[in-house]
């Protein structure tokens, strides 16, 4: 295992995602080794290790299904008080296994979804990053929630605000006129918004306002 270990960290750090999910093709518990990795948001690695958790499981659906959906049941597991523990990046992780193949993990997008409401608002530019996962690859699976999207668009974090735009712009052509009505109330003041969060985006971090986003989506 230390072998995996140090191949792991070593393809996180020259951003072979690839490299990683062949790995997790042969030996299902590089998944937990990402997984643990997964908890540092605030690294390249951390989020380089969300991301080849998505990767990886494409590989591994088919031969170890029961294996995502076990480790699906114990990040969600995770954001229960009882579980004495907190999942910081259980969210994110979820919806990197749920995107693999959503209509086999199709039940647990509800799931995934009523997190967004739980007392620790925390936890909602997760919930929201791990439906825009999903939606770019099956949006009719996440249009059930575009309620939730439309709500982060006032929301006082504009980590949750850039994260709701997200969706609004992927499930654009899928939005009801109520939605769309709302979104476009809320637009004026989404576009003059300079609020900066930091994302991971294509490798690296990068500094955007909210305005930027709302750009990309109007």
Not at 83 to 91: D, H, K, Q, Y
Not at 162 to 171: K, Y
Request: glycine share 4%; hydrophobic share 45%.
């Amino acid at each position: 295992m230390p072998d995996i270990k140090a191949a792991i960290r070593q393809a996180l750090e020259a951003d072979d995602l690839d490299a990683v999910a062949s790995l997790a093709r042969k030996d299902r518990k590089v998944l937990s080794q990402l997984v643990r990795l997964a908890y540092d948001k605030e690294t390249l690695a951390g989020w380089r290790a969300i991301k080849a958790i998505g990767r990886s499981a494409k590989e591994m659906v088919n031969k170890d299904y029961a294996f995502l959906r076990e480790t699906i049941r114990k990040q969600l597991w995770s954001l229960n008080d009882e579980s004495g523990g907190i999942g910081w990046s259980a969210p994110e992780i979820v919806g990197e296994i749920v995107s693999c193949a959503p209509d086999r993990f199709r039940d647990i997008i509800p799931l995934l979804a009523q997190v967004y409401d739980v007392d620790e608002v925390v936890f909602r530019p997760g919930v929201l990053y791990a439906l825009a996962t999903i939606a770019e690859v099956l949006p009719t699976a996440v249009e059930p929630y575009t309620n939730l999207a439309v709500k982060a668009l006032s929301d006082e974090n504009a980590m949750v605000r850039v994260r709701g735009l997200e969706i609004i712009r992927l499930l654009r052509d899928l939005l009801s006129d109520t939605d769309r009505a709302a979104v476009m109330r809320e637009m004026p003041r989404l576009l003059s918004d300079q609020s900066e969060v930091w994302i991971y985006k294509n490798s690296h971090f990068i500094n955007i306002q909210v305005k930027e986003a709302a750009e990309e989506t109007v």
